[in-house]
């Protein structure tokens, strides 16, 4: 069995350590854990490993984040993998820092890449990690915010909850999407 885990953010060095980049930073945990290389393919940096009998599938998509649908759907088919085995990694500016959800469905609840993949997918049923960055940010400035690097209280945190995005992603491929909530949302 075939799992994609797409990792949500924007290429490019300054966007690197953006709040918007945490799919990208839990893409590269996974990929540093299970010791394999990230290459160019079409449309997004590609990985795989193999783990509890199931391979991995991992990729950062290159199209930007507002066209994260475009990478998603074309890997989807590529590697022959069902919507139900996605599960995409995104920031969530609805949960306060440090709060990390795995969810079955949902609404784009205005984020961009989100609406891409809706879009490109033609449903909203389809497994998310949301990764919660807060919404400290003035009124109009969200997209400051969410372009915005991390501050120092919350780099101290990060590589924990880096950490335990990574295991989420994991167990959702090893124990499934039910037992993975059932795991992790409760704390």
Known sequence: ????????GN???KYKNTRHNIGFKVADELASRFDVDFALERLAYKTYFRYAGKTYVVIKPTTFM????KAIKHW???EKIPVSNLLVIVDDIAFPFGVIKIKPKGSHGGHNGLADI????????YPRIRFGIGNDFPYGKQIDYV???WTLAEQKMLP???SRTADIAIDFGKIGL???MNKYNTK
């Open 1 to 8: 069995m075939k799992i994609l885990i797409a990792g949500l």
């Open 11 to 13: 290429i490019g060095e």
């Open 66 to 69: 507002n066209l994260s649908g």
């Open 76 to 78: 989807l088919a590529v």
């Open 118 to 125: 809706e879009r490109a997918l033609g449903t909203t049923v």
């Open 147 to 149: 372009l915005g690097e």
């Open 160 to 162: 924990e909850l880096i």
């Open 178 to 180: 039910e037992n993975t």
